[in-house]
């Protein structure tokens, strides 16, 4: 097993707590770790956890509903910069591969973790998940006005099912050139006219 290093000092320290969290559980899964292992790769004792969170379910509740909202966040950025509802999807598409490349340890947490939150605390990120989702609906109906809503969101989830692979099929560290077949890819499964990316 390699070692986890402290994130960088410029993180607050709730920030590294979760930051190292999300490489702990990405490797060993959320009952794979214990408080007392998240505070020594931290740099702290275990029970100095309960100084930044009450639990450790709550470092996990954290982390998912800040990459949710930061996906929502994001892509709302993207569509007020584009210029065009063609230059907001490749936005969103440029967005979620750097995502999607920079941060696999999340994604991993995601698809395994989901069901160690609270009901209330997976159906808020189910709820920014949803929203995110309704962004690339609307650029995708906004390029083709006869794509119905339900085409529209199968779409877009085919393309996350091909981003969010990355963990197990691309690293941006290990192949320069991973961004780039990823977002002709993600393109190409839209199904919408050539646009350049």
Do not use: C
């Not at 060993?28 to 100095?48: F, K, M």
């Not at 698809?111 to 998940?129: F, I, K, P, T, Y």
Request: no cysteine; charged share 25%; net charge negative.
């Amino acid at each position: 097993m390699r070692e986890i290093r402290p994130p960088s000092e410029t993180l607050s320290r709730r920030e590294q707590i979760v930051a190292t969290a999300a490489t702990l559980f990405a490797e060993r899964g959320y009952h794979g770790v214990t408080i007392e292992e998240l505070g020594t790769a931290v740099g702290i004792s275990g029970p100095g956890i309960y100084k930044h969170f009450a639990s450790k379910q709550a470092v996990l509740a954290d982390m998912l509903i800040s990459i949710s909202s930061h996906l929502l966040a994001g892509g709302e950025r993207e569509i007020e910069r584009s210029a065009s509802p063609s230059d907001a999807l490749t936005r969103l598409i440029n967005f979620h591969t750097d995502f999607a490349l920079s941060r696999p340890e999340l994604i991993r947490v995601q698809e395994h973790d989901l069901a160690n939150l609270s009901m209330s605390e997976a159906r808020e990120v189910r709820r920014l998940q949803r929203a995110y989702v309704e962004l690339w609906v609307a650029i995708l109906q906004e390029i083709d006005a006869e794509l119905n809503p339900l085409e529209a969101r199968t779409r877009a989830h085919a393309v996350f099912g091909l981003l969010n692979s990355t963990p197990h099929s691309a690293r941006a560290n290990e192949s320069p050139l991973a961004g780039v077949v990823l977002r002709q890819m993600a393109r190409a499964a839209l199904a919408i006219g050539a646009i350049e990316l």
